[in-house]
């Protein structure tokens, strides 16, 4: 029965601070998921008897320890070693995984250095868990200490290979021996205008805690709430669906999509389903709009051009800002982010256009407009709309945000709701 | 005598994955550059017993023990309690932090709650480390488990308030007790141009391990190189110094700065000094050319405008690209990035000015331009470059590498150095 589980991080890139560890969070967050209490993360070096220290204290604590990196090929990945001599077996060579590394050099023409060979070798009575994207594979060992049985997950340490071998193997063989007949059922929703705590508030008076778990990710200033509820199949999915609704009712007004989805790619399969293209004029934000949106496969079928008029001079020259409005209200002004989309949408031929001017700082805040001073503006057949903001923060930030705010006003255009109410970024 | 650590992270965000632990990796770095010996990492959450568990095993294998979180206000905020259980001391008001607080609380015109006076308490003994940019105060305290000593160090786990505590007060004791007279210098170096493993290699062959500590970091695609010399006060720093000038001599080509600055930081001062005045003409890049120029505070200074033109239509219309050329060699060759740089400079009457049109992916790609194909072109009064380049990688990549490309062209070009030998990005 999987109860409690260990993650081991090994590795001396990690020990000297030269990658940040991923993979732990990565790997908590799954535990979390699926249902498993996470007890502890050890990390540490590629040293042989800290590394057995650490397997020791995360079987002794745990009913499953998984373990990512030191499984590559030269003599510092000393994981599978110490995992054999901690059960006391040897270790045994798998010929199809040395099959499958040597297909692996093959495709790339170069010939299996003698070390890989290494990687084949797993400790007797392991079962091999494989690895399509790389040459390591990796193993589950069960393994007794003391009386206790805990089972063992050896993994490599690259994400990309790491990350589909949890998904595909490990999830559903701790789904497997979790020892509960329940499944698990989990929708995510994507937000934004409304504050981590805000939204925590929201939901909280919604759903008991026996009900579903509840987690908010911040990926400023993307916030997104999960759902995760436990029960018989069938029974899970109805629940779930069930909270999902009332989720809906009462976050709609900031709710833009649900899924594994950012900002800019609902704004681009909108504007492809609704055959709108789009036309930006930034200042401010500097290109970052336009950046945002081509990120985005396939974002030339819509965007048509991003004219980043950063001096007065190209605001008048590219997109006709009269000199009147710089003159009596400024760049950083309803007027003239007015005057910036309407000069881009005439520019450009585009449906519709939108535009950004505001005082990122550092520097350059006044009594009447200080940093975090940005105004919006929106030109398109249907008419204008332009809005000024008062944000908080740090240039990186208010750029971040008024760009976030500029792509929602977008996906409000295409859904023909209620521009102007969005984004009050509430706290 | 302070020779080898660990580091405690505590705290339930971390453990359910929703904050991945960029803290450990800022001290494991800080541990390492200060030569202290970092012998594992801790993490668990906020469990008593967990804690508890935590932070006997962390004293038993360490001189100096480094905690970030669990000093907040809340009950679930376990660590000043948990310390004072195990040295089997009382905790004791600190009438000075309870002060600091309530003058932090006033600035921001609230009455401070009752719970905060929780973070003022410390255990018997503690020595406290001020906290200016917050409320909690962290502390000091040498605990004696098993006739071993080992010193605590409690920090709070907001990094902006723990970095600035750990380089003001940690580091400088950390170096007072190592119990050695030698010092530390330290030197970084930003290359781009060359990977990493060419660094490794470069610098390998010059630097001998007993001469100084030698790290690299990747932050695609700039690839910083440290070295860190240890010795006697006067001696290091000579002894820096000419291992330095053997990096400069050897890695010339791809060293663009000294110290902790950006690419795009070294362009901005480079134009300011230079009083250069740029425009931009993004295609592939859509964007992020100006939104990385438009990160440096200031940048209005230098940047007239970036033209992002999508659509072949905006690259005739606002950029006169013949439809010769976009007939003939399509928009993504040499002569249209030419054209490009050549408009966006007439346009905007900017000194010089920097195009890229290219194939980012992931569709797209033809045999002639697969995926990658990238060109770039420089136009200026001195006359103009372009080049066509061949990358690999994702989308977001060969964004970021060739916005990386163009600013390192435009520093190359402020320099007054060859442009078109430049970031050959060998392997």
Known sequence: MIERAAILSTGDEIMTGKVVDTNSNYLADKLVENGVDLVAVLTTGDVPDRLEWAWRTAVAMSDLVISTGGIGPTVDDLTTETVARIAGVKLVRDQASVDHMKRLFATINRVMPENNLKQADFPDGAEIIPNPLGTAPGFRLPITLASHTSQLIVLPGVPREMKPMMENWVIPWIQKNRGTDKVIAMRIFQTFGMSESALDQAVAGLIKTDEARVGLRASFPQISLRLTVEGKPGEAERKLEELAQRVRDRISEFLFAEG????????????????????????????????????????????????????????????????????????????????????????????????????????????????????????????????????????????????????????????????????????
């Open 260 to 427: 594994e989805i950012t900002m800019e790619e609902v704004v681009g399969r909108l504007l492809i389903d609704r055959k709108i293209k789009l036309a930006v004029a930034e200042s401010c934000t500097g290109g970052l709009i336009g950046h945002r949106l081509t990120n985005v496969p396939g974002s030339s079928n819509y965007l048509i051009g991003d004219l980043v008029t950063y001096s007065n001079e190209m605001k008048m020259d590219l997109l006709g800002v009269s000199e009147t409005t710089l003159r009596s209200v400024g760049a950083v002004s309803e007027e003239c982010v007015r005057e910036m989309a309407a000069g881009a949408r005439k520019r450009t031929g585009a449906e519709v256009a939108i535009a950004t001017s505001g005082v990122a700082g550092p520097d350059g805040g006044t009594p009447d407009k200080p940093v975090g001073t940005v105004c919006l503006g929106l030109d398109s057949e249907r008419g204008q709309i332009s809005r000024r903001y008062q944000f908080r923060g740090t240039r990186d930030w208010i750029k971040l945000l008024t760009s976030q705010v500029a792509l929602d006003w977008i996906r409000r255009y295409a859904l023909n709701m209620q521009i102007a109410e969005s984004a009050l970024f509430r706290r």
